[in-house]
């Protein structure tokens, strides 16, 4: 992001241009991005997106629920869906701002109907999607559907939505469905624009109160040409339970970090937190690096069941408000120094979000810089711990000293903090 002088700044708007990330030395770091010292860019930035938002009035923060994939993959049914909506208001979940309860694939038989209309599986939806969606409004929720810009899913279990965009967008929009997730499987040989662009303006036409969540796996660069297409776009492929594939997804998502923002978000693949394939520390840097790079947060795991460490985890409130913050500018890696990373993102009242997240196998120093993270050097601040939930001074907060924060991370783990300026 931008420095303070003019020569920075016309480096910044050709690098925007260029869909580059402009690299700069910081102090006793690898590779460093620094965030710019006051938000007058940023908001800049934000304006031109707004103008280029998919205006339905929808995602003004990124989204939050639960998706059944990650965990029930096609094992899904009516009743683990009520126990869902059940689950996510008995745990507290729903008022944290986990809304949307969405069935991913495998919900509807093979065949349409004879008007050519999609039919819920009769054996694991008996009650229908309409009667799903009233049992989950009457708890608070929204409920989410999903489709594809094919011939059929990637299951190959149901139909498409393929040449019949706006039929299913008149269907869902009777059943009082409140979020579509578009998968990108079976494309009949038709480009990713085509296809999306014509569920997107069935979308405008019959599903202006759906949230429009596009799924096509980050292939031709989706965040440079969906904010006026759709609510959030994937940036990357399926995410994996493992810190390989969680790692590489936060890595491939980052450098489109310009492009989100009200209206529109990145997307780099739901949580895994709770599923079992990572460790507690692993989970703690996916949410946090997931809530500062203004990622949706849809829980994967199984909430009816879900232990104290995973609940933890994805219910705490001050890493979810820097996810929901109002303000909207997605947080990126600003200091790399073989594995040893700063993460940052600009808040409102110029606070700034910090993740200091060791990617290594061993315990680590990680040291975060005030040119990194968009602070004046002589700043002094008052420095909250997220996962700790306590707060200090700069210089009085440990590792912290003038113009600068370190904390001994742990292998795999993080630390995340906001610094306020005094």
Known sequence: MARTSSSSLLLLLLAVAATAVAGARVPGSGTG????????????????????????????????????????YCGVNENIIRETADALVNTGLAKLGYQYVNIDDCWAELNRDYQGNMVPNKQTFPSGIKALADYVHAKGLKLGIYSDAGTQTCSNRMPGSLDHEEQDVKTFTSWGVDYLKYDNCNDAGRSIKERYTKMSNAMKKYGKNIFFSLCEWGKENPATWAGGMGNSWRTTGDIADNWGSMTSRADQ?????????????????????????????????????????????????????MSQVTKDIISNSEVIAVNQGNLGVQGKKVQSDNGLEVWAGLLSGNRKAVVLWNRQGYQATITAYWSSVGLPASATVTVRDLWAHSSSSAGQAPGSSEGQISASVAPHDCKMYILTPK
């Open 33 to 72: 991005r620094g965030l710019p010292l006051d938000g007058n860019a940023t908001s800049a930035e934000l304006r031109a997106r707004r103008r280029r938002a998919f205006e339905n009035g929808l995602g003004r923060t990124p989204q939050m629920g639960w998706n059944s994939w990650n965990h029930f």
């Open 253 to 305: 998502n980052d450098k489109w970090a310009a492009y989100a923002g009200p209206g529109g978000w990145n997307d780099p693949d739901m949580l895994e937190v709770g599923n079992g394939g990572m460790t507690e520390a692993e989970y703690r840097s996916h949410f946090s690096i997931w809530a500062l790079a203004k990622a949706p947060l849809l829980i994967g795991c199984d909430v009816r069941s």
